[in-house]
């Protein structure tokens, strides 16, 4: 009996010899924000606090709390309330600091985390589409993935997990930790154009990220001397004095990527400039944009390449030049062929879909019924059937001197226009 | 007890001692203080800002002692021009017998050797951090005590509505204890043994309360009272103090050093709403001094040749190092900033003084005193960039 316990014993040491490194593996960012899974955050925090933060979620306030993923606890971390036209009482939009207590503290390398509530998009899938479809454009973004996310030991529902763009964020992409990252704050319509010499509306629309101890000459000068640089007439020297303020090539590919998913609310949007970081390289005076909230996408199937486009100064300008023009029409026509491309889109969509739709019909705290989100979803799939050959026809159509929208295949036109039982874009004025 | 009611032939008399003294026979005795107090300091931040060297007065105190009937005394202490607890000390006590009285009023929680040392009586111009910080102080109260054994065994016991004025605050996130139970014993083992030993003496003391969830009122503060530590995090439950003190004064020479030790429990504080180590706050000091004028340091600083005799009046050179720490009693895990830390990132201040004093008369005192502070934390500090600084301050006292 003695001989056989000893033998179970060692047959189980060896065993967990062999297993354990793959279960001790450590764990990488890359596992957490993969995006074939669907991870499980835990939050805990002290039930006072989660009653000040459920109260006061308009405010910025952080309390503190430990958040679980996996094997991995961190303590001591921030977390508040955020978000825009988010923000709600009943699914806390939050941000997470992990250094907000213990300095520098990390996870995954990460400084900190958004939590994105996905209140805005009935369909919660929208950003990390949009976001896909920039990265396979080339493009630096965030990374991101689903959670289930649980406070307290409860269900809080399907959230999104977001890198913030950041200063840790820079470093990763860029390499860089001396540039000037700006995050947009939408104050007023803005549609590019010079507002003057003063900081002042500058600083409210651009909130810089860093540098505090500098002056606003040294942060805010480029910026400013770009939108003059971008506003002057057209002339022999625009485009080389715009070249060192700004990215004309990677600005011009950003907009169309938003022109074919269809973003109302990207740097030609409803009401102007929104969702978007600029950053300004190091040691030098130029710009790039980076995006950022694409909850507003895929919100018309047969939206035009060039809707309000003419609006953004930046945009008319830069398309008086014919190789930005043509850019801008090689970038649609590359989104529709990628899209395309082994039904990459539909899939996308579909596989995001089976993902997340059994924890999001057990999303206690979702604006939307299951059956929206159902619909929603079935809505998407046909925007990926149909978008990338209404884009290529009106690219067609473009190249060829007709800027005429594309044509509406017949008996979809009802489905064309998503915007009917869901949160509307917030009004601004 | 005897009648002590005066007759014709000793009644009204009014006799300058220590203090002007009005006295009605042996049945009233009532003794009339007063203070006036000025400092000028010099540090790289004081609390009126950087680089303020003017004279700022500090005391004008008027007090009174009585003593009615031998077997009730009274005392009250008020400052003047002031508007923040004016009334320091009222209070009366009974006491039939030597070995059993009661006090009752706003008076000092029995804790803490240099807390319970008369400002006039100082050795230094800041009491120590123990004393000035973790000690108690006043509150209001009703409280046992006497002295047995041929005066070597002194006891106190009390019930007071908080736990002293140091943890008094008007900041509504900080809480105070509820009623405080504290008692302190004093030994003089070597009573009977002469003057050199007579006067040894030690002491154990404590405070429990009950404090409810909130965030301490008693944080760090340097010697001129800026803050080093803030203490932004949660308590809840039973708050204990205890300290532990010793002095000896042979001759012209005087040795003391002091303990206290605060902690307050974290119930319920985690973020899973489990408890939490306490918080922690330590503080003790040993100082010594040398009349070298050659008074006898225990009893009243009485310059043997003043100046107005044309003497030098009494100088007193002194040395104090003590310790100031914040913290919890857990040491589990990465400190943190968190208020719901198990761990918190604390601070302690080091602090050494050098000081003199010049008595010219018995009235008058000038102190000059260095201090040198060192934070483990200078982040949290009044000077960032500084873990060391020196803080220099003069006072000019007279004293009723």
Same mark, same amino acid.
């Given at each position: ?10 047959? %189980? ?25 669907? &991870? ?18 308009? @405010? ?47 996870? $995954? ?20 589409? %949009? ?6 454009? #080339? ?70 990220? #860093? ?38 090539? &990677? ?9 074919? *998913?269809? @973003?109302?609310? +990207? ?34 199937? !047969? ?115 998503? *915007? ?10 | ?37 000025? !400092? ?22 008027? +007090? ?8 009730? !005394? ?10 923040? @607890? ?60 006497? @002295? ?14 908080? !736990? ?26 070597? %009573? ?22 909130? &965030? ?47 902690? *307050? ?8 709403? *489990? ?15 040398? $009349? ?32 100031? %720490? ?27 003084? $050098? ?19 060192? $934070? ?25």
């Amino acid at each position: 009996m003695t001989r056989r316990r000893v033998l179970i014993a060692l047959l %189980a040491a060896a065993g967990s010899v062999l297993v354990a490194p793959s279960l001790a593996r450590a764990q990488t960012a890359d596992d957490f924000f993969d995006v074939g899974t669907l &991870q499980e955050v835990r939050i805990f925090i002290n039930s006072r606090d989660y009653a000040l933060l459920r109260a006061r979620y308009q @405010e910025n306030t952080f309390y503190p709390a430990d958040m679980l993923w996996r094997n991995m606890r961190v303590r001591n971390v921030g977390i508040r309330s955020r978000g825009t036209g988010s923000r709600n009482p009943t699914k806390l939009g939050l941000k997470i600091e992990f250094d907000r207590y213990t300095s520098k503290q990390k996870f $995954l390398g990460l400084a900190s985390l958004v939590l994105d509530n996905l209140w805005q998009d009935p369909g919660m899938i929208r950003d990390r589409t %949009a976001m896909a479809m920039f990265a396979r454009m #080339g493009q630096i973004v965030p990374r991101e993935a689903f959670c289930r996310l649980y406070i307290n030991n409860v269900y809080e529902g399907v959230y999104a997990v977001v890198e913030p763009i950041d200063t840790t964020f820079i470093a990763r992409t860029f390499n860089e930790t001396t540039g000037y990252l700006f995050e947009y704050n939408w104050v007023n319509v803005f549609y590019g154009g010079y507002l003057g010499a003063a900081y002042k509306p500058y600083k409210a629309m651009f909130d810089a990220k #860093g540098h505090s101890g500098e002056g606003d000459a040294k942060i805010y000068g480029p910026l400013i001397d770009m939108f003059k640089e971008v506003n002057h007439e057209v002339d022999a020297v625009w485009r080389e004095r715009v070249e060192g303020y700004l990215d004309l090539n &990677q600005f011009v590919t950003h907009v169309a990527i938003e022109s074919f *998913t269809a @973003e109302w609310d +990207g740097l030609a949007g409803y009401a102007g400039m929104n969702n978007f970081y600029l950053y300004r390289h190091a040691n030098t005076n130029r710009h790039r944009f980076l995006p950022w909230d694409k909850d507003y996408s895929f919100l018309q199937i !047969d939206s035009s390449a060039f809707l309000r486009v003419d609006e953004n100064v930046i945009f008319r300008q830069a398309m008086t030049f014919p190789d930005l023009r043509a850019l801008y029409l090689d970038v649609l026509e590359q989104c529709a062929r990628s899209a395309q491309e082994e039904n990459w889109l539909l899939r996308e969509v579909q596989r995001m879909a089976t993902l997340i739709t059994n924890a999001v019909h057990q999303d206690p705290r979702k604006p939307t019924t299951n059956a929206r989100f159902d619909e929603e979803i079935a809505w998407l799939q046909e925007f990926a059937r149909l978008r990338p050959g209404l884009v290529l026809e009106e690219i067609a159509r473009a190249r060829s001197g007709d800027n005429v929208p594309a044509t509406v295949p017949r008996g979809i036109a009802s489905i064309l226009w998503r *915007t009917y039982d869901r949160p509307n874009p917030p009004i601004r004025r | 007890m005897q009648d002590s009611r005066p007759t014709p032939a000793n009644a009204w008399k009014f006799v300058w001692e220590d203090h002007p003294s009005v006295r009605w026979g042996t049945f009233l005795r009532m003794d009339f203080r007063a203070m006036l107090q000025g !400092d000028i300091l010099n540090a790289p931040v004081t609390p009126r800002g950087a680089d303020d060297e003017s004279w700022h007065l500090t005391r004008r105190r008027i +007090g009174l002692d009585a003593t009615v009937w031998r077997h009730v !005394d009274f005392h009250v202490e008020r400052e003047l021009e002031t508007d923040v @607890e004016p009334w320091r000390e009222v209070w009366g006590n009974f006491r039939p017998l030597e070995a059993l009285q009661v006090r009752g009023g706003r008076f000092k929680l029995p804790m803490g050797l240099d807390q319970h040392t008369d400002t006039e009586h100082l050795d230094f111009v800041y009491r120590s951090r123990a004393g000035a910080v973790l000690a108690p102080g006043r509150d209001r109260g009703v409280m046992l005590h006497g @002295e047995v054994f041929d005066r070597r065994l002194f006891y106190e016991i009390g019930v007071f509505d908080h !736990d002293g004025h140091h943890a008094h605050t008007t900041v509504p996130e900080r809480v105070m204890a509820d009623r405080t139970v504290a008692g302190r014993i004093r030994v003089r083992p070597l %009573a009977g043994f002469g003057a050199g030993l007579a006067d040894l003496e030690g002491a154990v003391s404590f405070t429990t309360a009950e404090v409810e969830e909130g &965030q301490p009122a008693i944080g760090g503060r340097t010697a001129l009272g800026l803050p080093f530590f803030s203490t932004n995090i949660w308590v809840n439950g039973r708050q204990r103090r205890t300290g532990v003190e010793a002095r000896w004064r042979p001759g012209p020479f005087g040795a003391q050093a002091e303990y206290i030790r605060l902690t *307050t429990e974290r119930l319920g504080e985690s973020v899973e709403d *489990t408890d939490l180590a306490p918080y922690l706050v330590t503080a003790w000091y040993v100082s010594g001094t040398w $009349l070298l004028t050659g008074e006898s340091k225990s009893g009243l600083l009485v310059p043997r040749r003043p100046v107005h005799r044309g003497g030098v009046g009494a100088v007193e050179i002194g040395i104090r190092y003590e310790s100031f %720490a914040f913290g919890t009693t857990a040491h589990d895990e990465t400190p943190s900033l968190s208020p719901r830390a198990s761990v918190i990132v604390g601070n302690r201040d080091r602090l050494l003084t $050098l000081g003199v004093t010049w008595a010219p008369v018995r009235w008058l005192r000038v102190q000059f005193n260095g201090v040198r502070e060192r $934070l483990d934390d200078p982040a949290q500090g009044p000077n960032p960039d500084a873990p060391t600084f020196w803080s220099r301050v003069f006072r000019l006292q007279f004293a009723l």
